[in-house]
């Protein structure tokens, strides 16, 4: 394969080149490259990007999502790697599940699938998860996403036992005795819906907690999905202390604030909840200085059914990958808070290096993982031509710019838009 006259975003910038694919790696870039090839003038190539916080929800949840699904949203919305959390049915704490994951994934032979096993058995926070098993099939993190760790004795296990292995554990924190039910950020909102609210605190105590931890430990730590102004400056100052923390955040914190429930769309309850506008603000600041490192989408579907209930009882999440590189794209790049070379790195370099997989950079050698899109292209979010099962979006009607074209995994093309 050759990509001709496309615009390459490398990690120093920008530049017009040609890139020759052969068996799975890019051979070559140069200005031109002679032989016939795939015009992309006009498109940008990306590293192929990587989401590493996901729902798939097979084995068990199937009918929100599975991983054939999940894997089809992923290239359509340009993703080539996925990490995919582990509160399934039965609970991906062991390796046969791991195994199974991975397994389902090279049926599909979309993108690549990477689980992630949970911290405790069953997620029940009482004993360890068979941690060296796991990765001994594949798993490439740990998680007890949903939820945290109550007992932060088992916490500083966990993050000692997993560095033995070579992975990390990647947190939702969440005191569930300071959310007591909450479902919306605590303030003007929860006051205005009579939604019962949830205080910042909820988070940041547990972002505290995992920040010391890594610290008296001197072990790495990565905190999932940040939400509040407080949590990003606790992550500021321990990055300044030289702590071996790293943090994610999604559109949705960055895109809106807590005053989309006054509707009461169930489509915008999700789990850390949409805070405010100075919330909204420091993470952004925080993924234009370096605070946050990556953009996640959090994918987390549902069935219509799920949703289509009172506020209260609906279930938390947003079908993530179809928009998130649109929204990043426009209200981050043409907001003017990242170049491009910046967003490839948190939505694909900076993922890459936490959990030490392939890939990140369009370069010489490296694996031809790969994503061209039209900048220039804009479109309006419809859930209604989403691939993936879950239909579940606050952003239905927003106008975006960055229209996917193609997906090429391992120097193969996985997705190719309708128009391209």
Known sequence: MIIKNADVVLQDGVKRLDIRVENGIVAELAEHIAGEGM??????????????????????????????????????????????????????????????????????????????????????????????AMKAAGAVALSEDGKSVANTSLMANA?????????????????????????????????????????????????????????????????CHVSTYSGVQLIREAKARGVKVTAETCPHYFTLTDAAIADFDTNTKVNPPLRE???????????????????????????FDDKNVEYAVAAFGISGLETSFALSYTLLVKGGVLTLSELARKMSAAPAAILSLQGGAVEEG??????????????????????????????????????VRYTIVDGEIRYREENA
């Open 277 to 303: 506008e100075r919330d909204r603000l420091a993470v952004i600041e925080g993924l234009r200085d370096g605070t946050l490192d990556c953009i996640v989408t959090d994918h987390a579907p549902h069935h």
């Open 159 to 223: 993050m000692l036992y997993a560095a033995d292995f070579g992975l990390k554990c990647l947190c939702h924190c969440e005191d569930a005795s300071l959310v007591d039910g909450g479902v919306v950020n605590e303030g003007y909102y929860s006051t205005l819906t009579g939604l019962k609210g949830s205080i910042r605190a909820a988070e940041d105590i547990l972002i505290a907690r995992e920040i010391c931890l890594a610290e008296s430990l001197s072990l790495p730590v990565h905190i």
């Open 39 to 132: 015009d992309c003038t006009g498109l940008t190539v990306f590293p192929g990007l990587i989401d590493m916080h996901v729902h798939l929800r097979e084995p068990g949840f199937e009918k929100k999502e599975d991983i054939a699904s999940g894997s089809a949203a992923a290239v359509k919305g340009g993703f080539t790697q996925i990490c995919c959390m582990p509160n399934t049915r039965p609970v991906t704490d062991n390796k046969v599940v791991v195994s199974y994951i991975l397994n389902r994934a090279r049926e599909v032979n979309l993108c690549k699938v990477h689980p992630i096993g949970a911290i405790t058995e069953g997620q029940e926070g009482k004993n360890l998860a068979a941690i060296g």
């Open 366 to 403: 490296g694996v031809a993982d790969l994503t061209i899109a039209d900048l220039n292209a804009q479109w309006t979010i419809d859930p209604a031509t989403f691939v993936s099962k879950g239909k579940n979006t606050p952003f239905a009607g927003r106008q975006v710019f960055g229209k």
